[in-house]
């Protein structure tokens, strides 16, 4: 007898209640899931958003039925299957790539610390999604969702025509072409807010810190986070509340003041009532004219609800030239590449541009420019060059930059376009969350974004969940 759920724009609670109701399993949603992957990945619009099956995803699945029959289930995220962007770990049958030809072949030893609170949560890792190589630091004019390994990401909304948004690429092109229930994406400056935009979906940018960086694959320590994309607020606060935890081998994981356990405490349709907001023109200054009246309208919507505007602020916009990144790429991947099995024998950043340069037809389409200039730092990250500008990334976009502005205005959060923000919100480490915003008259998707200071991912959510309940702007892609 045929299945007859469906999981087009589906969400966990819908799914949950399915399985309760002894409507749905496990193994049938995730069939259902493989079944959406064939039609639509490598066929038809060819979305190439999923780089890798995990072949054992439907014994897990079947596996996680027999639990809850057994003793119930773990929690919202039993039986629910999700893709990791592939510079995630997973101890298991898939490989960790980062999108790179050199990397083909290199199976993490281990989970990494989220991908182990996932499982532990019940989620089901049904594969690895495409991104742009080396999470877009690899050349530059790489497409985003470029990857030498992985091929082209598209676009669901209009494939060839709509930039897919990256690096997390695949993350995001997978959850709007409804491949999966949400994906957890990477982000240094943009990684995550660009692909929820570019793909009408919610993105959560958190607070670096808040998820554990243990067994992903680095650019920049003092910026990289992984987080959730998903299609509604509340599935994004779901997968947001199973990653958090203190890990004893990244420190940053110590630097949160909260113990907030479940962030859909903070599902609050009047959530913007009372709130200020502020937003700076000189971050949309470079909007289309369709995109900005979209941007527009959202503001008056928020009014509507009770939020007070404060149009415009001040922020700083002369941010450096993030040599940071330079710096902290060369000294994170050689300690990550580390750990790699010594047979692939890409042991460092070295090996990895010779590895490139010896199979330049294949690995090199757009060249290694980044990649090389990182190699020129000595990677012990001792230059003046780099402390001075990592104190001044930290002054800039934290004490004269987003706290500045929240406290000048007496502000709950900062409102942004796309993912417009994120370079102050990156090199300040802060949180951020993008929300649908509606389409532009061809179908392109527009986002909004609410940043705030550190760890108030919660009042993001609030704000982000009362503008989504009213407005209800996704549409899913037409993919036939």
Do not use: C, W
């Not at 598209?154 to 494939?159: I, K, Q, V, W």
């Not at 409804?178 to 994406?185: C, K």
């Not at 505007?309 to 991947?333: C, M, Q, S, Y």
């Amino acid at each position: 007898m045929k299945n007859s759920f469906m999981i087009n724009e589906t969400t966990i609670n819908d799914i949950q209640q399915a399985m309760e109701n002894g409507n749905l399993t496990a193994k049938k949603l995730t069939a259902l899931y493989l079944e959406q992957i064939a039609k639509y990945n490598q066929q038809g619009p060819k979305i190439n958003a999923v780089l890798e099956i995990n072949p054992d995803a439907l014994f897990i699945a079947e596996s996680l039925d027999l639990e809850r029959q057994q003793k119930g289930p773990r929690g919202p995220l039993h039986g629910i299957p999700l893709l990791l962007k592939d510079n995630i770990d997973t101890g298991d049958k898939t490989h960790t790539t980062a999108g790179s030809l050199a990397l083909k072949d290199h199976y993490a030893k281990e989970d990494a610390f989220l991908t182990k609170k996932l499982r532990d949560a019940g989620a089901i890792i049904l594969g690895k999604s495409n991104l742009t190589e080396f999470a877009n630091f690899m050349a530059v004019g790489m497409p985003n969702g470029y990857s030498s390994h992985g091929g082209q990401v598209l676009n669901p909304y209009g494939p060839g025509k709509f930039d897919v948004g990256g690096s997390s690429s695949g993350p995001g092109a997978a959850i709007a072409a409804n491949f999966a229930l949400g994906a957890i994406g990477t982000e240094t400056s943009g990684s995550i807010l660009s692909p929820a935009s570019s793909n009408s979906l919610v993105g959560i940018k958190p607070t670096v810190g808040l998820i554990s960086r243990t067994g992903v694959i680095p650019i920049a320590s003092s910026q990289d986070t992984a987080g959730p994309l998903a299609r509604t607020v509340t599935d994004a606060a779901l997968i947001l509340d199973a990653m958090t935890g203190v890990d004893e081998s990244d420190p940053a994981t110590k630097t949160n003041p909260n113990s907030i356990t479940d962030y859909t405490n903070y599902l609050n349709k009047d959530g913007l009532k009372g709130k200020r907001l502020g937003i700076s023109r000189d971050y949309i200054g470079n909007l289309p004219d369709e995109e900005l009246e979209l941007v527009n309208k959202a503001l008056i919507v928020m009014e509507e609800l009770g939020a007070t505007i404060v149009d415009p602020i001040a922020l700083p916009t002369d941010l450096p030239v993030p040599t940071v990144l330079f710096h902290e790429f060369k000294n994170g991947l050689n300690a990550y590449l580390s750990t790699v099995d010594h047979r692939l024998k890409l042991n460092t950043l070295l090996d990895i541009i010779n590895f490139n340069q010896s199979h330049a037809k294949d690995a090199l389409k757009y060249g290694q420019k980044l990649l090389i200039d990182s190699e020129k730092k000595s990677g012990t990250l001792t230059e003046a060059e780099y402390i001075n500008d990592r104190l001044k990334d930290l002054r800039l976009s934290q004490d004269e930059g987003i706290d500045m502005a929240l406290n000048k205005d007496n502000l709950d959060a900062l409102i942004f376009a796309n993912n417009h923000g994120a370079s102050i919100a990156a090199k300040a480490g802060y949180p951020s969350i993008t929300v649908p915003a509606g389409y532009t008259s061809d179908g392109k998707p527009v986002g909004i974004t609410f940043t705030g200071s550190a760890f108030t991912e919660g009042q993001l959510i609030e704000l982000a969940y009362s503008y989504e309940q009213t407005t209800k702007h996704r549409k899913a892609p037409v993919l036939d």
